[in-house]
């Protein structure tokens, strides 16, 4: 079999619209995951138990269960309770709610990983709650959950490929439908493969770079 | 005068402390006189700095009072044999004349000495910036850190921390200052120095409650002396009188530990 880059060439449009889909719907939704995330693990702190209790199932559910099948759950068994979706749309929901799990649990890990003693130290200076926590807990917890917030995005990269299932046009979609077409599955994966990784790769390098940036922050005792 | 000025400081009225099942402070009956150093001594364990630690909030007494200046902190008497918990906005006021320096510094490390000493000064008492970073120059100058106002706490010793820790206490201009084994994580030459600034501050007629292991700088700063222990206060009063001979025989158990450390010296 001989690989053919005319065909490449051929879908050039088609493949950068492609890219820019899986691109923006990436970053939107881990934005998104991000900030939901957030906002669970901190009612979780500061909630109460009935709170912490409904939100510890809402991860538990999402995590124990897979992404592939809460996105069917989201897209075809939305219309029943009136949530019908497009597939962009609900490719962006289920990807946001999928991660808010994640990143609720390294959220909550972060704010645990804190020094009691810096939270005590803010209190016994004035501060109020809001302000610990915008001045004092995020900032102090940004440098502690980078790696796994990195690890995170990287991971919800590669999920972006299941939102082929509900024909949300991003690469795996768009580059399987080429392959299936000619019959070339080895020139559409392999590239697909390196679309992948470059993002990977790119995504690392910026973490890399943020983790330098913020290492004279780190805790001398 | 007001009755702020008058009376004690800080009072502690028969404050009793439980964490789950296990009682560990027993009805602590405790006065700090305005402008006078209290220290707290006792072996590890005996409560001194959850005593402490309730004064300044950071533990919620479970039974009893604590009067700042005359107010109640957190709980007020009454009714009857019941305390009632106050308002926040009450709690914070009381609060804010209360300063504490803690055994792990506790500076934040993602801001410089002299953001760790402005913070308070901008989020909580709106001052402009300029003039919080001015006010906070003169904190660090007065602990002898002016020339370290950017470095970041990591960048700094660990005597240089505490004091920078003390600056970021002393901006807010409490009326007491607290103080939780200032030293502990110290070694002996850095504990001179944050010793040195604590003598100061005493000179200068600051309210100071001590919880300490630095026999020496109790026995020589010190106006008044408890010494706990078990979650009671076994013996008070000043440092001449508890330490005088014969001592009472806890205390001597106690202080034996401190004859190879050369401490004992300080008390004859």
Known sequence: MNFDPKLIAQYLPELAAAFATTL???????????VLGFLVALARRYGGRAVDWLLTAYIEILRGTPFLVQLFLLYFGGPFIGLSLEPVPAGLLGLSIYGSAYFAEVFRAGFEAVPRGHVEAAESVGLSRAQIVRRILVPEMTMLVLPACINLVISLLKD????????????TLILTGIGSKYYAFVESLTLLALFYWGLVELAGRLGALAEWRLQKYRLST | MNDANSGPAISVRALTKRFGETEVLHGIDLDAAQGEV????GPSGSGKSTVLRCMAFLEEATCGLILVGG??????????????RLPVSQIRKVRSQIGMVFQQFNLWPHMTALGNVSEALKTVRRMPKAQAEARALAELDKVGLANRAGHYPSQLSGGQQQRVAIARALALEPRIMLFDE???SLDPELTGEVLAVMRKLAADGMTMIVVTHEIGFAATVANSIFFLDHGRIVLQGEPSEVFKSPRHPRLEQFLDTYIDRGAAMMIR
């Open chain 2, 182 to 184: 200032p030293t502990s």
């Open chain 1, 160 to 171: 972006t490929a299941i939102l082929s299932v509900i024909t949300v046009p991003e690469l």
């Open chain 1, 24 to 34: 923006w719907i990436w970053l939107v939704g881990c934005i998104c995951a991000a």
């Open chain 2, 71 to 84: 107010e109640p902190l957190g709980f007020a008497a009454g009714p009857g044999d019941k305390r009632t």
């Open chain 2, 38 to 41: 209290t220290c707290l001594i």
